[in-house]
Structure formats: C-alpha cells, structure tokens
C-alpha cells in the first residue's frame, strides 16, 4: 500500500470541515507552502511510514504526520489556535471507512514553535499524529 492513500484522506478530512475552512480557506498543503502562498495555511507531511504485514495477502501502513498552521507572526493567535482545536476534532480519535479502506488516527503530541527566515518570525502550531490505513 502506498502512503497516497494517507495523503488524500487527510487532504479529505482537513478540507472537509467547515469550522477549519473558515479561517484557513482551504489552504492545506501536503509537504511544502507553494510560492506566494497566503498565510495562515495548514501543512501536513509525514515523519515517518511504517508497512503493517500481517499472515494474509493483505497489508496497511501507518504514518507519523506533522500536521501544523503556520502564520507570519510570533505570538499565538486565537485563530491559530481554533484551527488547532479544529485539526484535534477532525483528526483525534477519529476511526472510519473511506474508499474501501480504514482510516484511524489520533494525536501523538502538540507542537509549538517559532523560527525566523530572511528576518521574518514565523509561528507553527499543530501535532504529530499517528494514521493506519488498512484495505477493506
């Protein structure tokens, strides 16, 4: 199994939450912010992929996903941290069917940091969290 299956259900769920796309319009990018990209914007890419064999012909994979808003600021704004609230509602705990595959996933820590480039401060906010994917 590849890790695309991951990548379009967690596109699938990120984007699919109105509350989320309220504040980030739909800005949800996997791996990298594409030039003159608006901020803030959410950013997913996977730490880690794990193949999960099992006795049978089937298989899954399991991912660590850093999924974080990033916004040109330093201190945390109420609307970073809603789309934080939002990412844990829509992704912690969550166990369902979706184009014939099982998803679940949950938080594994939060994440808060700033860093500064070419003298501006950015602000990453979010999560690493775990994703299974297993075929039906």
Sequence with gaps: M?????NRWLY???????ELNSI???RVYQTVTPPGVIYPCLVFTANTLDDLRSAGPSWGIRGLYLIKIINPTSTATTAMQTV??????????????WENRWYAS???????????????????????????????
Aim: hydrophobic residues 45%.
């Design 24 to 26: 980030i319009s739909g």
């Design 12 to 18: 699938y769920r990120l984007t699919s939450d109105s």
């Design 84 to 97: 934080v609230n939002r990412i844990d509602a829509v992704l912690d705990g969550v166990s369902e069917v």
């Design 106 to 136: 949950w938080r594994d820590s939060a994440i808060d940091f700033v860093e500064e480039q070419a003298s501006q401060v950015w602000r990453h906010m979010g999560g690493l969290y775990w994703v299974l994917c297993v075929p039906m």
């Design 2 to 6: 590849s890790p695309i299956a991951i």
